[in-house]
Each structure stands twice: as C-alpha cells, then as structure tokens.
C-alpha cells in the first residue's frame, strides 16, 4: 500500500497539476452525465416503468441528448429580474461544487511520466473545512437566484435553502469531530491513512449515520428537497431559469451530491483503500487500482441518494427543521463528548473492555436525559381535558379564560 507523501503536493509541473485539474473535471462530468440516466433508470424501474430507452442502444445517449437540447433552448431574461445577478447565480452555484473536488484524494502515489504523484490535486492541514467552506458559498448562487427572479416562490425557495444549510451544516461539521479526534489530522490523505486498520464506519457508526442524513438536507435532495418543491413552490428558486441557466444549476445539484459522496468515502469507508478480501490480495491497493475501489464507493452512495428519491415522499417543513435541530445536533453533541472521553482514557492506558463501558456508562446518561426531558416536556404541555356542556351530550373545547371568569361569576 502506497500512501501518499505530503511533500509531493505543491511541488508537481505545471502541466500534471493542469492534467489533474483536467481529469477531475472530466470525472465529475461523465459522473453527472451517467448519473442522471442512470437514477432515471432506477426511478422507472422501482416505480414499475421503463426508464429512457429511446434515444441510443437502451437509451444511453437521453442526457447528451437532454444537455443538447438545454444548450438550443432560448435563454429568456424575465422583465422584473436583477439582471447581473440573475444571471451570475448559477455560476456562483457551479464553481464552488467543483473547486471542492480539489482535496479529495482518489488514490496512492503514481508515476506519471516518470514523475511520482499522488491522485490528488492538493492536499491541506485543513482540507475537510475548506470542503466545508467552499459548499456553504454554493448556497448563495440559490438564495441569489431566489431574489433576484423578482416573484415571490422563488425567493421562498431561497430561503428555504438558507436554513437547510445553516440547520444541517451544523450537524454535519459535528459528525466530523470524531473523525478528526480519531485520525488527529483534518488532512484528508491523513485521514484515509489513518483508516488502514479500522475504517471509520466501524467505529463511528453515529457520526456516519449523522452525516448521511445531514448531506442529503444539504445537497437538497428528496425527501429533502423543500427550496425546490413543484407542489407548491411551483419550481423553487430556478423557475425563472431556462436553457444552459437551468443546466447549470442541475449540475451543480449532482456534482454536490458527487463530492459529498467522495467525502464520505474518504471520512468513513476507507477512502480509496480496497475493501476486504480484495485488500489481502497483492497489489490491490497500489497503482491506479485504488481509483476503480473509490469510484465504486461513490456510486454505492449515489445510489442511495437515488434510492430514497424513489422510495421516501416529500416531508414537511416543520419535520424537516425538527430533524435537524432538536434530533441530529443533540445526537451529535453527545456522541462527540463519548468519543472524546473513551479516547483520552485510551491514550492514558486504560484497556478497551473498561473505556467502552464508561462510554456505555455516559450513553446511558444522556439517554435517560433526553428521555426525562422529553417526559418533563410532554407533561407541562399535557392538553385540558374537554369539558362537557350542561346537558353532558355534546362536549365543547375548553372555553378561554376570560370567559370561563364571567361564567363562574354568573353561576
């Protein structure tokens, strides 16, 4: 297994830092045009249809053919719109989606030409909060789109897309933290590395479960998919948009949903380490063989994102933010304060069977909080039961407290 060394980055030719930058973006792009045929695909076949299966042999060609009709399309310009950011809202939401691609690591060290490499464009002390950085500003492409449109859906769209981002962002910056206790680095080539033993969704099953559901909120998927809901917001924060605008902003929904699904494989599944048995085998674990591991680990997530488009509906608003706040980050927190203690009690020398009870131990506690607290909650907002009326036939709800007043003071 051939790890790479942190001192190669920043130190290739010009012309293998262009050619990586070239093969990431033709990866994203075939993986979004593969995507989509293949999650239409997958739709009709879990909904009993045929998917797209008439331009090309079974119909591989519909989303060249889709994207070519997009591109000849007319690019209309609404009358009441904010013209300059109307139109630099999809560019603002394409390029962060990209520019994240940077610090994922898709395999080992390589020679190319003669020249070591590792399949990384960049590595940083702080790689996984620069993802985190660099997706937050692609929220504001949809919140610009939203305002800039000058109607009123739209901009609901918008904010929706706010509020996701700042309720499940949190949530997913949380889930990070065991990552980053475990593997001492926020580094992502560290990060992998440090997963050769055990990965991750091993031994931090809450923190995975956790970021699988906040990427999902965050890419603005179903069941998630509130800033852009047709059923009442007719089409969210694009319906003004058409031709290459609209496009523009589809692919920057399933290029998100490509670098989330890369992070997650990087944080949880081993990066592009080769799962077991395969990994026994010799070899499988260095030249360009890590890339075919990595891909595969990729659309393994993609398909679920597909998945739950075709199986869960639409949730509410209200469920939605409850899910983030008053679920994911109090889960978060407290698996975080488990985690930090089993690990400091295991660098002082205590043994793994007495580190996992105590944090069974601080588990139990903050189970039995929640769940006093909740009882607590459920009690002090127990409703009044209904009262009768006089003649004790037909019960009415409780009468409101002036009334009440002047109906004892009549009796």
């Known amino acids: 297994m051939t790890y790479p060394d942190p001192t190669l980055f920043g130190h290739d030719p010009w012309w293998l830092v262009l050619a990586k930058s070239l093969g990431i973006f033709a990866f994203l792009l075939l993986t979004v045009l593969a995507a989509i045929l293949i999650e239409r695909k997958i739709l009709g076949r879990m909904q009993l249809r045929f998917g797209p299966n008439r331009v090309g042999p079974h119909g591989l060609l519909q989303s060249l053919a889709d994207g070519v009709k997009l591109a000849l399309k007319e690019g209309l310009v609404p009358a009441g719109v904010d013209k300059w950011i109307y139109l630099a809202a999809p560019i603002i939401s394409v390029i962060p989606a990209f520019m994240a691609f940077a610090v994922i690591p898709l395999g080992g060290e390589v020679s190319v ?13 702080v790689a996984v909060l620069y993802i985190l950085a660099v997706t937050s500003i692609g929220v504001y492409g949809i919140v610009l789109a939203g305002w800039a449109s000058g109607s009123v859906y739209p901009l609901l769209g918008g904010l929706r897309s706010s509020a996701q981002v700042i309720s499940y962002e ?169 985690v930090a203690i089993t690990h400091s009690l295991r660098d002082q020398g205590y043994q793994a069977p007495a ?28 409703p009044e039961p209904v009262r009768p009326a006089g003649d004790g036939a037909f019960p009415v709800p409780p009468l409101p407290v002036k009334d009440r007043a002047l109906e004892d003071a009549d009796v």
């Open 113 to 125: 030409f003669g020249y070591r490499t590792a399949l990384q464009l960049t590595d940083l002390p």
């Open 355 to 382: 580190t996992a009870a105590i944090g069974l131990a601080v588990a139990a506690v903050i189970l039995l909080a929640l769940i006093g607290r909740r009882r607590l909650r459920a009690r002090r907002i127990r």
């Open 170 to 338: 949190i949530a997913m910056a949380l889930s990070f933290a065991a990552v980053f206790i475990y593997a001492g680095t926020m580094s992502t080539s560290g990060i992998v590395a440090a997963q050769n033993d055990t990965w991750y969704i091993v031994l931090l099953l809450p923190s995975f479960l956790v970021y699988v559901t906040a990427m999902v909120g965050e890419t603005n998927r179903a069941p998630f998919d509130l800033p852009e809901a047709e059923g009442e917001l007719v089409g969210g924060f694009h319906t003004e948009y058409s031709s290459l605008k609209f496009a523009m902003f589809m692919l920057a929904e399933y290029v998100n949903m490509t670098t989330v699904s890369a992070l997650a494989t990087t944080l949880f599944l081993g990066g592009w380490q080769a799962p077991w048995p395969i990994s026994i085998a010799d070899g499988a674990n260095s030249g360009w063989w890590p890339l075919l591991w990595f891909t595969v680990k990729v659309w393994l997530f993609l398909f679920f994102f597909m998945w739950l488009r075709a199986t869960l509906p639409r949730m509410r608003y209200d469920q939605f933010m409850a899910l983030g706040w008053k679920i994911l980050i109090p889960v978060s927190l407290g698996w975080i304060m488990i």
